[in-house]
C-alpha cells in the first residue's frame, strides 16, 4: 500500500526529499503547500503533484498520512503542530525549532496526537554511521580518544541568507552526530568567525570542541567561508580514532557536477541520507512502532548545546552537564 505524503514548503531542500521518496516504491508525494505561487507552479509541473492553495487544504486531505515540515525554521513548530492535530504523522526538517521551549512544545503536541514526529537528522542514517555506532558499543575500536567531523562548503552571502548560521544550521548535525555514536558531552567550548560576510551578522565559520566523559574530545568544524579544494578535502567527513582502531566517513567518494537542493555538485552521499532517512520513518516508525534513531528529546539536547555554544563563544570551556541541571531546576 502506498503511503500518501505531503509537503510544506517546496525551497531547494525539498528537492533532495522528493527525490529519495522516488527511489521508495510504497511512498508518493501526492501535494504540497507553498505560499510562493511562482515556485508552486514550478513544483506542481515537476512533479505531478497538488500545490494546495493554503495549509489548511493541504491538512484536509484524509489520504495524506505523513507530512514534511519544509518551511522556514521559524515556522516549524507552528506547521508540525497543525499536521500533528489534523492527525499526521510529521517529518520535521532540522533545526527542528528555534528554542528549546518550541521543540518540549511540540514533545507535548506529538504525545497528544498519538502520532509520530520524526526530526530530519538525517546524517546518522547512512548505514556506515550506524555500523560505527555498532562497533563503538561493540568496543572493537578500543577506547575511543577522539572523533572529528567537518562540513567545508562555500556558500555565498546570498544563499547563506536563507539559513542561520553555520552553528544551528551545520553544528546541528555534527551535535546530534556526536549524541548518537557518543552520547552527551561534559563540557563545551566554541569560537566563531565570519570571514566573507558584508552584511549578514551571522558566522560563516565556527568550531566547537567538546570533552566527553570518558576523556575523550570531539573536535567539530563547519565552515560557510571556503571549499576544501585540497587532495584529500574534508568536505564532509566523520573520523572517529580509538586506541584499537578507527573509522571514517565521508562525502568525497563519489562527486560529479549536477547541482540539487542547496548544493552545486552532487554527493551521492549526501542524497543518499534522504532516502535511508525517508525509509527509516515509513518503515520502522510509522509502520513498524520503532523510535527514530534520534529523537525530539535529543533534539531538545542539541538546542541545549548549540545554545550554549552561542553563549559562551570566545571563553573558556563550560560544562553542559551543569548547565543542564540549572535549566532542568528553573523549568
Same mark, same amino acid.
Given at each position: 500500500?502506498?503511503?500518501?505524503?505531503?509537503?510544506?514548503?517546496?525551497?531547494?531542500? @525539498?528537492?533532495?526529499?522528493?527525490?529519495?521518496?522516488?527511489?521508495?516504491?510504497?511512498?508518493?508525494? @501526492? /501535494?504540497?503547500?507553498?505560499?510562493?505561487?511562482?515556485?508552486?507552479?514550478?513544483?506542481?509541473?515537476?512533479?505531478?503533484?497538488?500545490?494546495?492553495?493554503?495549509?489548511?487544504?493541504?491538512?484536509? %486531505?484524509?489520504?495524506?498520512?505523513?507530512?514534511?515540515?519544509?518551511?522556514?525554521?521559524?515556522?516549524?513548530?507552528?506547521?508540525?503542530?497543525?499536521?500533528?492535530?489534523?492527525?499526521?504523522?510529521?517529518?520535521?526538517?532540522?533545526?527542528?525549532?528555534?528554542?528549546?521551549?518550541?521543540?518540549?512544545?511540540?514533545?507535548?503536541?506529538?504525545?497528544?496526537?498519538?502520532?509520530?514526529?520524526?526530526?530530519?537528522?538525517?546524517?546518522?542514517?547512512?548505514?556506515?554511521?550506524?555500523?560505527?555506532?555498532?562497533?563503538?558499543?561493540?568496543?572493537?575500536?578500543?577506547?575511543?580518544? @577522539?572523533?572529528?567531523?567537518?562540513?567545508?562548503?562555500?556558500?555565498?552571502?546570498?544563499?547563506?541568507?536563507?539559513?542561520?548560521?553555520?552553528?544551528?544550521?551545520?553544528?546541528?548535525?555534527?551535535?546530534?552526530? #556526536?549524541?548518537?555514536?557518543?552520547?552527551?558531552?561534559?563540557?563545551?567550548?566554541?569560537? #566563531?568567525?565570519?570571514?566573507?560576510?558584508?552584511?549578514?551578522?551571522?558566522?560563516?565559520?565556527?568550531?566547537?570542541?567538546? /570533552?566527553?566523559?570518558?576523556?575523550?574530545?570531539?573536535?567539530?568544524?563547519?565552515?560557510?567561508?571556503?571549499?576544501?579544494?585540497?587532495?584529500?578535502?574534508?568536505?564532509?567527513?566523520?573520523?572517529?580514532?580509538?586506541?584499537?582502531?578507527?573509522?571514517?566517513?565521508?562525502?568525497?567518494?563519489?562527486?560529479?557536477?549536477? @547541482?540539487?537542493?542547496?548544493?552545486?555538485?552532487?554527493?551521492?552521499?549526501?542524497?543518499?541520507?534522504?532516502?535511508?532517512?525517508?525509509?527509516?520513518?515509513?518503515?520502522?516508525?510509522?509502520?513498524?512502532?520503532?523510535?527514530?534513531?534520534? #529523537?525530539?528529546?535529543?533534539?531538545?539536547?542539541? %538546542?541545549?548545546?548549540?545554545?550554549?555554544?552561542? %553563549?559562551?563563544?570566545?571563553?573558556?570551556?563550560?560544562?553542559?552537564?551543569?548547565? %543542564?541541571?540549572?535549566?532542568?531546576?528553573?523549568?
Amino acid at each position: 500500500m502506498t503511503m500518501k505524503i505531503g509537503f510544506i514548503g517546496a525551497g531547494a531542500i @525539498s528537492e533532495v526529499h522528493y527525490q529519495a521518496l522516488q527511489q521508495i516504491e510504497a511512498a508518493e508525494v @501526492s /501535494g504540497f503547500y507553498e505560499p510562493n505561487g511562482q515556485l508552486a507552479a514550478k513544483r506542481a509541473h515537476e512533479w505531478g503533484a497538488i500545490a494546495y492553495p493554503t495549509l489548511a487544504e493541504l491538512l484536509e %486531505q484524509e489520504e495524506i498520512e505523513l507530512i514534511y515540515v519544509l518551511s522556514p525554521v521559524e515556522l516549524h513548530v507552528e506547521h508540525a503542530t497543525r499536521a500533528l492535530e489534523a492527525g499526521k504523522h510529521v517529518l520535521v526538517e532540522k533545526p527542528v525549532a528555534m528554542n528549546v521551549a518550541e521543540i518540549e512544545k511540540l514533545e507535548q503536541a506529538a504525545k497528544k496526537a498519538g502520532k509520530v514526529c520524526f526530526p530530519a537528522h538525517n546524517y546518522i542514517y547512512h548505514p556506515e554511521i550506524i555500523r560505527f555506532r555498532r562497533h563503538i558499543e561493540e568496543g572493537v575500536f578500543g577506547q575511543i580518544c @577522539s572523533v572529528w567531523m567537518t562540513f567545508n562548503l562555500f556558500h555565498s552571502e546570498e544563499l547563506a541568507s536563507h539559513y542561520p548560521g553555520v552553528n544551528r544550521q551545520i553544528m546541528t548535525h555534527h551535535l546530534y552526530t #556526536t549524541l548518537y555514536l557518543l552520547g552527551l558531552p561534559k563540557t563545551i567550548g566554541c569560537h #566563531t568567525t565570519k570571514l566573507h560576510y558584508e552584511k549578514l551578522d551571522q558566522e560563516d565559520q565556527s568550531i566547537i570542541v567538546l /570533552g566527553m566523559e570518558n576523556g575523550a574530545q570531539v573536535v567539530l568544524f563547519s565552515s560557510f567561508a571556503c571549499d576544501d579544494k585540497t587532495t584529500n578535502p574534508w568536505t564532509y567527513m566523520v573520523k572517529i580514532l580509538g586506541s584499537n582502531g578507527g573509522a571514517v566517513h565521508n562525502w568525497q567518494d563519489v562527486i560529479y557536477e549536477r @547541482s540539487i537542493g542547496t548544493l552545486n555538485k552532487a554527493y551521492p552521499r549526501y542524497e543518499d541520507l534522504f532516502y535511508f532517512e525517508a525509509k527509516y520513518v515509513i518503515e520502522e516508525c510509522i509502520a513498524a512502532g520503532k523510535p527514530p534513531l534520534s #529523537t525530539l528529546a535529543d533534539a531538545k539536547a542539541v %538546542q541545549e548545546l548549540v545554545e550554549l555554544a552561542e %553563549q559562551h563563544q570566545g571563553t573558556s570551556f563550560v560544562s553542559y552537564r551543569a548547565d %543542564q541541571k540549572e535549566r532542568d531546576g528553573s523549568r
